[in-house]
């Protein structure tokens, strides 16, 4: 920080360790306070916690891999009994990439992502985290103006937060004020981007990206897409929501990551060759960081070619969301979005504190979002559901939800 906004503050601040206990007793007060949660076995769609067993409503896991022991066994026997793919498997990276710490592996898992997306190129990041974080301060510059979707994910404004650009965040889903602030941009800037997410982690709607695309050319603006949540779940080959639309290749830079319906951890984005040249050569969060280990992306390479054809999954799961969507509607409970992920939104924090509490007794294992992470007075369930979810199972959610209502 500054000197001059240390300055600015004009009160003598608490010691620092003062500071945090208040601020802990504050979170505490609010129904803030998090924790980390001891999770023990997990068994399919089930997860262990605090001694009960109970139905996982809350990972990212949406096709299901992560919880498919079969598969996850099968593939340590063909990594151990082929040398761990001819002694390129091994354990640690090592070092950055530019470094020592580029494998074939990483290779062939670029190459195989920009073949998938009919890409001229594609880079493999540490993280969904690292690649907002990095993206937008290595693009854009003093020079540029960036617009934001005011629900965009904590790591976009992070990315946005320590770009030297200047940036705006339009109301949410709401391509008339995004228009409006291009039309202001006109002729100012050298260059303007706009980024969203395709499926919104908190709200589960979805970008309008077909008006995006029109309005990208019509501003000659770039579009950032961060498809976190949409890949393995839109698209006939589960590349995403820009894939479902048609509009794939009018995406300048198309983020997924691995850690969601892949089952593994990591990211990466599609561009053209110049943006990846670029980007290798300015990204921070690239350049100065340790590799992922090939251990990691051999696992992520098996797990993008698996989910490239599991279309029926990527169908049961959109079913069962639907039939959850419109019962719970049904029920009078405010439930935005139309994707997998389908949240109840409560209001004040201790009533969805209370309403997680009480699901958690009936034996469903769901969290209570809160602000920061959402707008003050939505305080949210938020239901992240799975292609090994069966209805039944649905069916006695939906009654355990109609019950708390009574
Ligand atoms: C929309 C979105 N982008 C990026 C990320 C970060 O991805 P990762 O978990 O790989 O860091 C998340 C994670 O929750 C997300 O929801």
Redesign the pocket.
């Known amino acids: 920080m500054s000197a001059q906004k240390k300055q600015d503050s004009g009160r003598k601040p608490l010691p620092v360790e003062l500071h945090m206990q208040q601020e802990l007793d504050r979170l505490r007060q609010m129904q803030r306070y998090r924790s980390i949660p001891e999770i023990g076995e997990r068994q399919g769609v089930y997860i262990t916690i605090g001694g009960s067993r109970l139905l996982n409503l809350s990972s990212?896991d949406y096709l299901g891999i992560g919880a498919d022991r079969e598969l996850c066994a099968s593939w340590m026997e063909t990594l151990a009994g082929c040398g761990g793919l001819d002694g390129q498997v091994t354990m640690s990276s090592t070092s950055s990439r530019l470094l020592t710490g580029n494998h074939k592996v990483m290779d062939g898992l670029e190459s195989v992502i920009a073949e998938a997306y009919g890409c001229e190129a594609a880079l493999v990041f540490n993280?969904?985290?690292?690649?907002?974080t990095g993206l937008l301060p290595a693009l854009a510059t003093r020079h540029d103006l960036i617009l934001s979707d005011k629900l965009?994910?904590a790591?976009?404004i992070d990315g946005l937060r320590i770009s030297d650009a200047e940036f705006r965040r339009y109301q949410h889903g709401d391509c008339d004020h995004l228009e409006q602030l291009l039309c202001d941009a006109a002729g100012r800037y050298r260059q303007v981007f706009i980024v969203t997410?395709s499926v919104?982690?908190m709200d589960g709607d979805l970008a309008d990206l077909r008006r995006l695309v029109e309005l990208k050319r019509k501003y000659d603006a770039m579009l950032i897409v961060?498809e976190?949540?949409g890949v393995g779940v839109f698209g006939e080959h589960g590349l995403g929501l820009g894939e479902e639309l048609g509009v794939l290749e009018e995406i300048d830079i198309l983020?997924g990551?691995?850690?969601?319906a892949m089952a593994s951890?990591?990211?990466y984005a599609v561009m053209r060759g110049l943006y990846r040249e670029y980007l290798v050569n300015t990204m921070r969060t690239l350049i100065f960081t340790t590799a992922l280990p090939p251990m990691v992306l051999a696992w992520s390479r098996m797990t993008f070619l698996r989910q490239l054809e599991m279309r029926k999954e990527r169908g049961h799961l959109r079913k069962l969301a639907a039939k959850l969507r419109t019962a719970l509607r049904e029920a009078d409970f405010e439930v935005p979005g139309e994707s997998q992920i389908v949240p109840v939104v409560l209001g004040e924090d201790r009533t969805a504190v209370a309403v997680a509490a009480a699901l958690h007794e009936m034996g469903f294992y769901v969290l209570p979002v809160r602000p920061p992470t959402v707008p003050e007075n939505s305080a949210r369930l938020r239901f992240s559901l799975r292609a090994d979810l069966d209805a039944g199972q649905i069916g006695d959610l939906v009654g355990a939800m109609k019950s708390l209502r009574a």
């Open positions: 990212n993280s969904g985290y690292h690649a907002n965009n994910h790591s976009i997410e919104f982690s961060d976190a949540h983020v990551t691995f850690g969601k951890v990591g990211a």
